[in-house]
């Protein structure tokens, strides 16, 4: 029996386990976030746009992720980033790729899901924006939805992100690791600041 289960603002989705398979499955699971341990506590109480997270956790676990090889070198992104740890404790990079699309790149702490990898996202704070997936160290990136205008300009990114990035920097007018206006005539032209 297949249980197809809503909740709003997020798509459908169609769960073969029984409730209690898929509390069962989050128990199991190596890496437990405090919302499924939540769920777990509260197993027996739980509303229906609980369950349908219920499900949800328990399908992400057991559904392998769909994954995109980039086409440039992760080394590429990896040694930017490791440029601007130098200096910033937290690297993000912040993209703004059009009017419609900004990317923001963050490393994955220790505690993460898949430490070391390159979170994706549209926003520099975390939980806010849209996840659009990672890119694991292997340079494959996994996307959490279907969004080939983000893959095409990773894509771009990793075949040059010093370049691609001082672009964007130069265009905008920010420095792509600090988010701040970029204002002496250096930093304008390499498209981000000294520090």
């Not at 341990?37 to 229906?48: A, D, E, V, W, Y």
């Not at 956790?57 to 740890?85: E, K, M, W, Y």
């Not at 404790?89 to 963050?106: C, E, H």
């Not at 990793?158 to 007018?173: E, F, H, K, L």
């Amino acid at each position: 029996m297949t249980l197809v289960l809503d909740a709003p603002g997020r798509p459908t989705i169609h769960s073969d386990y029984t409730n209690e398979q898929a509390r069962d499955i989050l128990q199991t699971a190596p890496r437990r976030s405090e919302f499924a341990g939540s769920l777990l506590n509260n197993f027996n109480r739980l509303t229906p746009k609980q369950i349908y997270w219920l499900h949800k956790l328990a399908i992400d676990i057991t559904t392998p992720p769909a994954t995109v090889q980039l086409s440039g070198d992760f080394a590429n992104i990896a040694t930017l980033f490791d440029t601007a740890r130098q200096h910033l404790r937290y690297p993000k990079i912040t993209l703004r790729v059009s009017d419609a699309l900004t990317i923001v790149l963050s490393v994955a702490g220790p505690n993460a899901r898949v430490p070391g990898s390159i979170n994706v996202a549209s926003s520099r704070r975390y939980r806010e924006g849209e996840y659009f997936g990672r890119i694991h160290r292997d340079g494959r990136f996994e996307p959490a939805s279907n969004r080939p205008d983000v893959v095409e300009f990773l894509n771009r990114f990793a075949s040059d992100p010093a370049g691609v990035a001082a672009d964007i920097g130069r265009t905008t007018g920010c420095c792509v690791f600090c988010a701040r206006a970029l204002d002496d005539e250096r930093s304008l032209a390499v498209g981000y600041g000294p520090i």
